[in-house]
């Protein structure tokens, strides 16, 4: 134990002070396919390759982070481990990028965006929908809610397998350490010095709360080791309504 805390230590002051958010530290390995709705998306921009994460919302619609962005994004559902051709998965090109038109790259505020996929992905036993939150609801703090990923679970380790963290819901003043930090676009998640957080290379992926999507993630900063800024979902349920509405 004294081992683990002093390499999560060192990270924290190898690693730059913020950055975007997505690996999972501190976590364990899913159970495959217990969130079908998880997807793992390809990044091609320009010459540079990044992930994210990303999740499920309509047939051909998936939810990521503006952040996201790129000249070239390819989404794979249904998948447990990426770095195998499993017969689950299913691999759709992204026809449409649609970040919310107000994103802030500097505060990543309105951090948001939807891909509207090249064909429809087809429904089964390893892929699923999952449920957005009411415009109105808000989670409230204290309540523990899991988030998931692909990246890195330290400093120099990585898996291939999704994996999960639970993280609290901590109150909005908890995240004033982070410049830009608006409580009607943001979420403020994870209880300081637990060393269980969301990090570099699976952003977009959603915030669960009771089988419902409560949250994107967008932001940490592990010198801090201060709590995660989520995109807070419910406000933006009604900009999400009318694209899925207008694009068929």
């Known amino acids: 134990m004294q081992v683990q805390i002093l390499l999560l230590l060192l990270m924290a002051f190898l690693l ?17 396919h217990s969130r079908r709705y998880m997807a793992y998306l390809e990044i091609q921009d320009g010459q540079v390759k990044r992930k994210c994460g990303g999740f499920l919302v309509k047939t051909n619609f998936v939810l990521t ?19 195998e051709q499993e017969r689950s998965q299913q691999k759709i090109p992204v026809r449409h990028q649609i970040p919310h038109q107000q994103y802030d790259k500097k505060t990543l505020n309105n951090d948001i965006m939807l891909l509207q996929l090249s064909r429809n992905a087809v429904l089964n036993n390893w892929v699923r929908l999952i449920p957005l939150p009411n415009a109105k609801s808000r989670v409230r703090p204290g309540s523990m809610c899991s988030v998931a990923g692909w990246g890195r679970t330290g400093w120099n380790s990585r898996t291939d397998t999704l994996r999960e963290v639970d993280l609290e819901v901590m109150k909005d003043d908890m995240c004033h350490l982070y410049p830009g930090y608006n409580r009607s676009t943001m979420l403020c998640v994870g209880k300081p010095g ?15 709360y009771d089988g419902v999507a409560q949250g994107i993630a967008s932001y940490v900063d592990v010198d801090l080791w201060e709590p995660s800024v989520f995109t807070r979902l419910s406000t933006f349920i009604p900009w999400i309504q009318n694209i899925l509405q207008k694009q068929h």
């Open 16 to 32: 730059p002070s913020g950055t975007w958010a997505g690996e999972i530290i501190g976590g364990r390995e899913a159970k495959a």
């Open 65 to 83: 982070a503006a952040h996201c962005k790129g000249s070239k994004i390819t989404v794979k559902l249904g998948a447990h481990n990426i770095s």
């Open 194 to 208: 637990l060393g269980k957080l969301p990090y570099r290379g699976d952003s977009g992926g959603p915030l669960v």
